[in-house]
């Protein structure tokens, strides 16, 4: 019973697989055309905004608690990140 039920649980996935596979190559697809990236520019400008973003939040926490520390960090990361995103944009829509 145990064997027939694992089976039938591994043929029901087999058969899905494709299917959803298909759907997430489309999403990961689409999401670079659209920021007009190619995968390692994308890789890399992710990699550095999560770890930019990372230290944000802590030297914010550490801000919170002592004024002195930090004044600012996490404003400037935002700010920079957010208009290295704009330009890649702008360079996007004029590149293609």
Same mark, same amino acid.
């Given at each position: 019973?145990?064997?027939?039920?694992?089976?039938?649980?591994? !043929?029901?996935?087999? @058969?899905?697989? $494709?299917?959803?596979?298909?759907?997430?190559?489309?999403?990961?697809? +689409? +999401?670079? &055309? !659209?920021? /007009? &990236?190619?995968?390692? !520019? +994308?890789?890399?400008?992710?990699?550095?905004? /999560?770890?930019?973003? @990372?230290?944000? /939040?802590?030297?914010? *926490?550490? +801000?919170?608690? *002592? $004024?002195? @520390?930090? $004044?600012?960090?996490?404003?400037? *990361?935002?700010?920079?990140?957010? !208009?290295?995103?704009?330009? =890649?944009? =702008?360079?996007?829509?004029?590149? /293609?």
């Amino acid at each position: 019973m145990i064997n027939y039920l694992a089976q039938n649980i591994t !043929e029901k996935a087999r @058969l899905q697989r $494709p299917l959803k596979y298909g759907r997430y190559c489309r999403m990961f697809s +689409h +999401h670079l &055309k !659209e920021s /007009g &990236k190619s995968y390692g !520019e +994308h890789f890399m400008f992710a990699m550095r905004a /999560g770890f930019l973003l @990372l230290w944000a /939040g802590v030297a914010s *926490i550490v +801000h919170a608690f *002592i $004024p002195g @520390l930090f $004044p600012f960090v996490s404003q400037r *990361i935002v700010m920079r990140l957010a !208009e290295a995103s704009r330009r =890649q944009q =702008q360079n996007a829509g004029t590149d /293609g």
